[in-house]
């Protein structure tokens, strides 16, 4: 993942709502979540869903998929693998070389 692409995802996950949207849709892994299914989940109005969707999807952290009236949505777990990589990819690099417990 490029230092850009990793500060957009990370700039759509820093707002309370656009995380909680996103960690609803990973607990809810390939079948997603429809549209309205997330807004009853979290007491949220649809056109402030809408935002904060738009907002993840441009990030590429979420895709959609229509059915019929609704659209499902779902967690990019690529993407999020990638954040989590790019994050983590020098974990630890600059320690001595010792046996570190719980060290990427």
Known sequence: ??????????????????????????????NGKLAGDIAQALNLPGATLSFHLKALSAAKLVTAEQRGRAICYRANFQAMSALVGYLTENCCADDQPVDRPGCC
């Open 1 to 30: 993942m490029e230092h850009k692409r990793a500060t957009t995802a990370l700039a759509a996950l820093s707002h309370a709502t656009r995380l909680s949207i996103f960690r609803l849709l990973v607990q809810a892994g390939s």
